[in-house]
């Protein structure tokens, strides 16, 4: 699958599932990957998340904002809150959310740049328009689950988040089954659901356009560690487009 087709997908369905090999042969198109290992480790440093309403204590998190430039220049803006509305995040909308950052180390890495540059190159071509200046929010995630609580990847159910373009991009799945995924039109008729599996393997979502969930996940075997991580990637026009 090729960019154009991807885009093409995109614009016709409002989603797409890329399995790891495709996304990471479009990868590689754009740059490197040399430095994957290492930020797929980091996953294993993220501070717990503590503004979970549901009382949880399964989620951790890392935050950062990017701009990317119109001539595609990438750039790490101030640290700064999560902020959400209530329209589309009810559970946790309407609250500044500060999370630790996102190590810097990997700014000037090779997988980070090279996952953001793709991005910003397919929705340009959704959008038709290869110029687009675009504020980035990246999110570490890692959903845990134990035998006496299950770990919710979306605790706010099916949602949109008020975005132009997510990306979900799986880096580990360590002893779980579930966390499927379930795509819904604004209508909420079922439109498609899949799995991230492997890492690599990716969901694409026009937030605009459709509903996104998870279904909670549950350990394998009760007496190992049971964990999701995924990066989540947002491209919303710049204020001024």
């Known amino acids: 699958m090729r960019l154009d087709a991807l885009a ?13 090999a495709v996304t990471r042969d479009l990868l590689e198109e754009i740059g490197s990957l040399d430095d994957l290992a290492a930020f797929t480790a980091s996953w294993s440093d993220l501070p717990l998340d503590t503004y979970m309403a549901d009382g949880g204590r399964y989620r951790r998190r890392r935050h950062a904002v990017f701009s990317v430039a119109a ?25 500044a959310r500060w999370f630790e950052p996102v190590a810097p180390e990997f700014d000037g890495g090779s997988t980070l740049p090279t996952i953001l540059t793709w991005c910003a190159r397919l929705f340009g071509r959704v959008e038709g328009r290869p110029d687009i200046p675009w504020r980035v929010e990246i999110h570490q995630f890692r ?32 002893n779980i089954v579930s966390g499927t995924t379930s795509i819904h039109g604004l209508d909420h008729a079922a439109l498609g659901s899949f799995t991230l599996t492997t890492p690599l393997d990716a969901a694409l ?37």
């Open 143 to 174: 959903i845990e689950a134990r035998p006496e609580q299950q770990g919710l990847p979306t605790p706010e159910g099916m949602h949109r988040d008020g975005v132009d373009h997510v990306l979900v991009l799986l880096m580990h799945r360590q």
């Open 71 to 95: 001539d595609g220049t990438i750039a790490r803006q101030a640290h700064q809150p999560h902020y959400q509305t209530l329209e589309y995040n009810p559970l946790h909308g309407g609250i």
């Open 205 to 241: 979502v026009e937030d605009a356009r459709v509903f996104h969930g998870v279904t909670a996940v549950a350990p394998l075997d009760a007496a190992a560690p049971a964990y999701r991580d995924v990066l989540v990637v947002t491209f919303k026009r710049a204020p001024d487009v």
């Open 8 to 20: 093409e997908e995109l614009r016709a369905r409002g989603f797409a599932f890329v399995p790891a």
